[in-house]
């Protein structure tokens, strides 16, 4: 083949993943006559576990090595295909396998900017950075950097703030990866959080310890397979359920007008208007009594303990006696911790009362104003999430993996045919559960309830991922008595649409498969960035190649532990952390990168200010504009959410750039000579 891929190779890897192929079909086919003969659940969701984990253990041994090419870039030589669906796997994160549908389901057409944001973004990788990156032949994000903006002896402050972008941002990532790991483990194996979270972390490191980026590459390869398999075969199944075809795409667009039909109806219903009342009110309720404070605390304070002693005094039952226990216990121990729980409360409840946004309609609010806000920040995520994606050092480093610049291109193209296989059934599934949902469970009874919602229910206990309570007692589910988290939506859809355990246990198997694979790249990403970039480049030039490994292996390990711990505490949703991560990545590589690639002009001066600048205005305005990091929703800038905070980080690190490059002496002849070369088409 030409280009320097070899035949043989390409041949030998097409037979052995066709073979994994069948063999993964037949595993479920074994599964799925057991189920039928009467198999637990318990088992088969261990046997799904246990058989992907031992496959990615077993890929990891294979491909162990300490020769430091192999371990950074898997040798430069993955065929192009095959590093399109290893990249696909890196891409696919939990944040799309589980979170992205569920998102869609919550906001409707709101949701489709994480779809437009990262497809749009990895066409920006294609066109503007991985082929050049490629040409250039190192072996991380910081070397090309380093090299750009110096050379060996001036690019030193580059590097270490490369590194530490690197590092931020890749953290940041990888601990939302190892958060759903645990989602996932404790659901289908019933063991604790976080547990589940350090069983997964021993599969991530198997893999990544022991064969660096061969390793990882060849399991993302089968990892990719197994998502593909676990996300369409629950899509195709409702489709032909509720359509007579097994094409979701195909289905979206005839179910789009009934699912609108039937919105309309239940925004009109006199029960759902009854339910939502009752939120509202409720939300009044908290608002008078944060009106109220300090006083509201003391009385209702007074009041709690007033029903414990009633009940105890009346020899009520042990149950009441026990609820008026929990209530006593669950009360604000303070006037501040008052504040912040009823704010949270009445937040909750307004929410609850308010109608359900029409899924196909764009930018639903009460006024235009509103509307207007929620379309700027549509557009502002979009290009967070674009040039987040073309900024991100675990996938910028896979074109350091093909065999040449043009296997690079060619890469790139079945890495978006890839991810399009997903991306485009994402939004299609998002209908067809909510179709199902508002067709088949709303207007059931409660007594009916499947018992899928109550398992989902128990997983988590302080934060439930669903719950389905009657508020107005009458027996009967309304749309606004579900309260559904959009990140167990993929996971519970095979139970909510009558299929068969088994294929539970698949698609809990595909996400694990799209978290481990991120983490894996991510982990790798940070560990070769300290290894090669701060120890080999700066600390210990003279290292040897196995003492060079070595020290990135070991800097992996406790990468990974600091990102379980962090994982374990349950910082935010899956979504929120995969997004600051793109805004902070775009704010502070995005410049440097393009910039050092298209523009010979470009200093060293005015890299390390962009950079600066850039990630210290993102940072700002995420800890300004969050409440949840001790900021404020009324110091937002034009109205735009935190996770959108690299629309104003990103073009402060553009134009610092360029200004102080302006102001400093151009580059040295050498420094431009690199730029000619890696932009000289190769022949």
């Given at each position: 083949m030409r280009h320097g891929q070899p035949a043989p190779l390409f041949q030998r890897l097409s037979r052995y993943y066709l073979l994994f192929t069948g063999g993964f079909g037949c595993f479920l086919a074994a599964l799925a006559m057991l189920e039928n003969e009467g198999m637990p659940r318990v088992w088969i969701g261990y046997l799904f576990m246990l058989a992907t984990i031992t496959l990615y253990a077993f890929i990891g041994l294979v491909s162990r090595t300490s020769n430091v090419a192999e371990y950074y870039v898997a040798g430069r030589r993955v065929p192009a295909m095959f590093n399109g669906m290893a990249t696909a796997a890196d891409w696919i994160s939990a944040a799309s396998f589980i979170s992205l549908a569920g998102t869609l389901y919550l906001h409707g057409f709101d949701g489709l900017a994480y779809i437009m944001g990262w497809t749009g973004g990895y066409c920006l990788v294609a066109l503007l950075i991985a082929p050049y990156l490629r040409r250039f032949s190192q072996y991380t994000i910081p070397d090309f950097l380093a090299a750009r903006y110096g050379g060996p002896h001036h690019g030193r402050i580059v590097r270490i703030m490369a590194v530490a972008a690197t590092i931020i941002v890749s953290f940041t990532y990888v601990v939302a990866q190892i958060y759903a790991v645990g989602l996932i483990a404790s659901r289908f194996t019933g063991v604790d959080f976080s547990v589940g979270i350090f069983l997964g972390l021993a599969s991530i490191l198997v893999c990544s310890f022991l064969g660096g980026m061969r390793a990882i590459t060849w399991t993302q390869v089968a990892q990719y397979i197994i998502i593909l398999v676990a996300f369409l075969i629950p899509a195709m199944w409702l489709s032909a359920k509720h359509s007579d075809n097994p094409i979701p795409q195909v289905a979206y667009g005839k179910l789009l007008p009934e699912l609108g039909a039937r919105e309309r109806g239940l925004a009109a219903d006199p029960k759902e208007l009854e339910v939502r009342a009752i939120f509202l009110r409720r939300a009044q309720d908290y608002a008078r009594k944060l009106e109220g404070l300090p006083g509201s605390w003391d009385t209702g304070r007074f009041e709690a303990q007033r029903q414990l002693d009633v009940a105890k005094q009346r020899n009520a039952s042990l149950l009441d006696i026990r609820n008026a226990e929990k209530a006593l216990l669950a009360y604000p121990k303070t006037a501040e911790d008052a504040a912040g729980a009823w704010r949270t409360a009445r937040d909750h409840n307004l929410r609850r009362a308010a109608p359900p946004v029409p899924h196909a309609e764009p930018f639903v609010a009460r006024d235009k104003a509103a509307s207007d806000n929620k379309r700027n920040n549509f557009l502002a995520l979009v290009f967070c999430l674009m040039v987040g994606t073309a900024a991100l050092p675990h996938i910028l480093m896979r074109s350091y993996t093909t065999p040449s610049v043009h296997e690079t291109r060619v890469s790139v193209f079945w890495t978006l045919f890839f991810i399009l296989l997903i991306y485009l059934?994402?939004?299609?599934?998002?209908?067809?559960?909510?179709?199902?949902?508002?067709?088949?469970?709303?207007?059931?009874?409660?007594?009916?309830?499947?018992?899928?919602?109550?398992?989902?229910?128990?997983?988590?206990?302080?934060?439930?991922?669903?719950?389905?309570?009657?508020?107005n007692r009458d027996g009967v589910v309304q749309l606004a008595e579900i309260a559904i988290d959009g990140d167990v939506l993929v996971l519970a859809t095979p139970e909510i649409a009558g299929l068969p355990y088994v294929i539970s246990g698949l698609v809990a198997a595909g996400g694990l498969a799209a978290a481990l694979s991120t983490a894996d790249g991510l982990l790798l990403a940070i560990s070769n960035a300290l290894s090669h970039d701060i120890y080999y480049q700066i600390v210990d030039p003279g290292?040897?190649?196995?003492?060079?490994?070595?020290?990135?292996?070991?800097?992996?390990?406790?990468?990974?532990?600091?990102?379980?711990?962090?994982?374990?505490?349950?910082?935010?949703?899956?979504?929120?952390?995969?997004?600051?991560?793109?805004?902070?990545?775009?704010?502070?590589?995005?410049?440097?990168?393009?910039?050092?690639?298209?523009?010979?002009?470009?200093?060293?001066?005015?890299?390390?200010?962009?950079?600066?600048?850039?990630?210290?205005?993102?940072?700002?305005?995420?800890?300004?504009?969050?409440?949840?990091?001790?900021?404020?929703?009324?110091?937002?800038?034009?109205?735009?959410?935190?996770?959108?905070?690299?629309?104003?980080?990103?073009?402060?690190?553009?134009?610092?750039?360029?200004l102080v490059s302006w102001l400093t002496p151009p580059p040295g002849r050498d420094v431009q000579a690199l730029v000619a070369h890696i932009r000289t088409p190769e022949t």
């Open positions: 059934t994402i939004p299609a599934l998002a209908v067809l559960v909510k179709y199902d949902i508002y067709t088949a469970m709303v207007g059931s009874e409660f007594s009916h309830l499947p018992t899928w919602v109550s398992y989902w229910a128990n997983v988590d206990k302080l934060h439930p991922l669903i719950s389905i309570t009657d508020i290292a040897s190649t196995q003492k060079r490994v070595t020290i990135s292996k070991l800097l992996l390990l406790a990468v990974a532990f600091i990102a379980a711990y962090a994982a374990s505490t349950k910082p935010a949703d899956i979504l929120s952390l995969v997004s600051a991560a793109f805004s902070l990545a775009g704010s502070t590589l995005f410049p440097a990168l393009v910039l050092g690639v298209f523009w010979q002009r470009a200093t060293r001066q005015g890299a390390v200010a962009g950079m600066v600048a850039g990630f210290c205005v993102c940072l700002y305005y995420m800890v300004h504009a969050n409440p949840i990091l001790g900021g404020s929703a009324a110091g937002q800038w034009f109205g735009i959410a935190p996770v959108s905070a690299g629309i104003f980080g990103v073009p402060a690190g553009l134009l610092t750039m360029a």
